[in-house]
């Protein structure tokens, strides 16, 4: 999935620690023109090299690009590892100048019988889904309410837990997922925009044509389904 558009005059700083572990930042930048007037924003694998900073990245739609620059970030510091990432850049032949990256969590899928303090279903805000054109993703774009407050422990959490999969009489396979989120008691003062992506290598079964993968959202109007088909 390709996104382009105006840029904001900020992007709204997230940090997210999912129940699995998996943390989110986004980084800011101003808007104007020039170096920006041709920036593309795209969801990718970025790569890391032996001395832990990102060196390349592969997007969805399977080009392979150097960045122009190796970039550090304390989040992606672990060598030879692959992150899912939202990149901002400018294309430059066959390389990547980058403006921004960000991580994008990526959880496990767990059983609900893992979670020791059970399942949360605090809501959430959906704004879109879709599946990667590589097929690898299915990604969720999500709004959580948050704000300041003085418990330093106080921290919103997010994954994903798998509720059952059922074979129809075609052989074709139906994966029901439900999205974990604890408020973890943040105040709901404000819009947070976040992406979330489940990577279809880690469904309980090996995904083929016409596999069916459903996840179910709480949301402020009630719990909603949204369809993947594989």
């Known amino acids: 999935m390709k996104i382009r558009f105006r840029l904001p005059l900020s992007i709204m700083a997230v940090c997210l620690l999912s129940v699995f572990s998996i943390s989110c930042t986004q980084e800011s930048y101003e808007s104007g023109t020039g170096k920006y007037s041709l920036m593309r924003a795209e969801?990718?694998?970025?790569h890391t090299n032996g001395e832990g900073k990102i060196f390349s990245v592969m997007t969805d739609e399977g080009d392979s690009l150097l960045l122009t620059a190796p970039a550090e970030r304390t989040w992606a510091a672990k060598a030879d590892t692959t992150f899912r990432c939202l990149l901002y850049y400018n294309k430059v032949g066959n390389n990547a100048e980058l403006i921004s990256i960000s991580s994008v969590p990526a959880p496990p899928i767990r059983e609900t019988a893992d979670?020791?303090?059970?399942m949360?279903?605090?809501?959430?805000?959906?704004?879109?889904?879709?599946?990667?054109?590589?097929?690898?993703?299915?990604?969720?774009?999500?709004v959580l309410m948050t704000g300041s407050t003085d418990e330093d422990t106080a921290l919103q959490k997010i994954g994903c837990v798998c509720d059952s999969v059922s074979t129809a009489a075609?052989?074709?396979?139906?994966?029901?997922?439900?999205?974990?989120?604890?408020?973890?008691?943040?105040?709901?003062?404000?819009?947070a925009?976040?992406?979330?992506?489940?990577?279809?290598?880690?469904?309980?079964?090996?995904?083929?044509?016409?596999?069916?993968?459903?996840?179910?959202?709480?949301?402020?109007?009630?719990?909603?389904?949204?369809?993947?088909?594989?």
């Open 43 to 46: 969801f990718v694998d970025a």
């Open 115 to 118: 979670l020791k303090e059970g």
């Open 120 to 142: 949360k279903s605090d809501p959430v805000k959906f704004v879109s889904s879709w599946t990667s054109t590589n097929r690898r993703y299915l990604n969720l774009e999500l």
């Open 170 to 191: 075609d052989g074709s396979r139906h994966v029901w997922l439900s999205l974990y989120h604890d408020q973890g008691g943040v105040p709901e003062y404000y819009s």
């Open 193 to 230: 925009s976040v992406y979330m992506s489940i990577m279809t290598s880690r469904l309980p079964i090996a995904v083929k044509e016409g596999d069916l993968v459903s996840i179910v959202i709480p949301t402020y109007s009630g719990k909603i389904t949204r369809n993947f088909s594989l």
